[in-house]
């Protein structure tokens, strides 16, 4: 017994350091570049940048030596940054570099174009690419590749939204209970989302994020209780429903933050719920993967019974990590109201 509890308290401590490093909850932002045209061939850059990035690794925005710099605006210690420039040739071509003074694999860049003319243009750099080449238009299979990405990127980012997952799935405990409350979770989030999305229901963010943080207070504090006879335990459905709904207003609120598309606005919002989705499955997959790798070479080595008990002294540490963390997420959030 004593080694079954090293062993918890180990991996109890390496989650612990996972999750404090993932303070960001909700932080599964790319790095936004605003571009508008000021006046013909003058384009203004605003670059925001994620604020999971240290400040040491702020990013640069080099430009093409033909293009001349008019102004330049640097703020200090924040996120964000400003670039007037004159394009003589025009901004379609244009070669633009992102560079990080460490190297970062992890974060994608997005641009939006705004011209004069009233058209918009939004395109994806992937993190490895380096170099963004200015399209010349928007096509419905390019919005479709890159929103899906983007949908990827944030929920398997988005610790806040993994973590509610990780409870609904102690909760349901069951294949087919897991199923029907993932399921409703689903249904649920991309409801709010393309609703919130549109702009025909609208509510303010910050309340919302709170009350995100508090459902997960409340999974982890109903598994922790452990009582099969409450609406929750019997019916996990009825709480994956009902914060799925304002689940989907945070994915709305980063969607807003990146913004969709001009003319390929459908495709990208449905494009975007699916890649959270294709995220989701994928962290599901490989969450129960996980185990039940683990329970089958524990069965193969005839460790079936300690297999059992690690995982029930895995259990509740972790519950009570999710617990503090997200209680720490809601007085935060609240504060900012």
């Known amino acids: 017994m004593n080694k079954l509890r090293a062993i918890s308290i180990t991996l109890f401590f390496i989650l612990s350091s ?21 006046q013909p061939n003058q384009f203004l850059f605003t670059w925001t940048v994620p604020k999971r990035i240290p400040l040491e ?4 925005l080099y430009f093409p030596k033909s293009s001349e710099l008019i102004y330049k605006k640097e703020i200090k210690n924040t996120y964000s940054e400003k670039e007037l420039r004159k394009f003589d040739q025009g901004l379609v071509g244009q070669k633009i570099f992102v560079e990080y003074p ?3 694999v992890t974060t994608a860049t997005l641009f939006r174009v705004q011209y004069l003319n009233g058209e918009e243009l939004v395109d994806l750099l992937e ?6 080449i200015v399209p010349d238009r928007e096509t419905k299979s390019k919005v479709a590749k890159e929103y899906t990405a983007l949908g990827i990127d944030h929920i398997l980012e988005g610790i806040d939204h993994l973590l509610f997952l990780v409870c609904l799935l102690f909760l349901a405990r069951t294949g087919k209970r897991i199923l029907i409350a993932v399921t409703g979770f689903t249904l649920a989030h991309s409801v709010t989302l393309i609703l919130a999305s549109l702009k025909w229901i609208e509510l303010p963010i910050i309340p919302v994020e709170a009350v ?5 207070l409340f999974l982890a504090t109903e598994i922790a209780r452990n009582r ?4 929750t335990s019997r019916y996990p459905i009825v709480v994956s429903i009902s914060f799925g709904l304002l689940h989907g207003f945070g994915f ?3 969607l807003a933050e990146i913004g969709l598309p001009q003319v390929q606005l459908l495709t990208g919002l449905i494009c975007f719920n699916v890649g959270v989705e294709i995220g989701q499955v994928f ?9 039940l790798v683990f329970r089958k070479i524990t069965h193969f080595m005839h460790l079936t019974a300690m297999g059992n008990k690690v995982l029930a002294l895995i259990k509740m540490p972790l519950v009570y990590m999710v617990g503090i963390l997200s209680s720490y997420w809601m007085f935060e959030r609240i504060a900012l109201f």
């Open 18 to 38: 996972f999750l404090v490093g993932s303070a960001w909850a909700h932080d599964g932002r790319p790095m936004v570049v605003q571009v508008k045209e000021v």
């Open 283 to 291: 962290f599901i997959v490989v969450f129960i993967g996980v185990l």
């Open 127 to 132: 993190p490895l690419a380096g170099a963004w």
């Open 228 to 231: 099969p006879d409450t609406i």
């Open 212 to 216: 995100i943080a508090l459902s997960i």
């Open 57 to 60: 690794n702020y990013p640069q």
């Open 102 to 104: 460490y190297r970062n």
């Open 252 to 254: 709305a609120a980063v």
